[in-house]
């Protein structure tokens, strides 16, 4: 009997520790990713494809890819930004909102991520501005690009 009691109240204990994997980490609070343009596709003008790289700086440190659209007859921007850790954990995060061609702003919200990442939920807004590239209409369709960042704050939901 006493064995039973025994392994019951190492299974209570044990048992909290089970949901501990699964549930979501605290969220990082403030980022800020601070890159260049690196392919321009303005094919589709006025909404144009934009590739860019560079660094995350402030609670997530690493460096980043990103995919975005803009569509400048109709003042937003979306995409996708890939983030990946000093340490190899990866988050990647959806955003869309607007731009007036020199500063962009929105939401964002987090698609998946791995390792310290990887139950991150939630999302928040963005602020930033863009790099204001000379575009042409010809390859290689810009030059002279000065960069850019955008700040990127969880909010809790």
């Known amino acids: 009997m006493q064995k039973l009691i025994l392994l019951v109240c190492i299974l209570a204990l044990l048992l909290p520790l ?33 590739q860019s790289a560079g660094k995350v700086i402030q609670h997530i440190q690493g460096t980043f890819t990103m995919d975005e659209t803009l569509d400048y007859y109709q003042s937003t ?3 996708t930004l890939n983030i990946t850790t000093k340490k190899g954990d990866t988050l990647v995060i959806g955003f869309a909102g607007g731009t007036d061609g020199a500063t962009v702003w929105g939401g964002f919200w987090v698609i998946s991520g791995t390792g310290a ?18 575009f042409f209409y010809t390859p290689p369709y810009f030059t002279n690009c000065p960069g850019f960042w955008a700040d990127f704050t969880f909010d809790g939901r």
């Not at 699964?22 to 494809?49: H, L, N, W």
């Open 77 to 79: 921007n979306s995409g």
């Open 18 to 50: 089970t949901g501990i994997a699964s549930a979501s980490p605290a969220q990082p609070g403030k980022f800020r990713i601070k890159g260049y343009t690196t392919s321009v596709d303005p094919s589709g003008f006025p909404v144009v494809g934009l």
């Open 117 to 134: 990442y990887a139950n991150l939920t939630g999302g928040g807004t963005y602020e930033g501005i863009v790099d204001r590239c000379e």
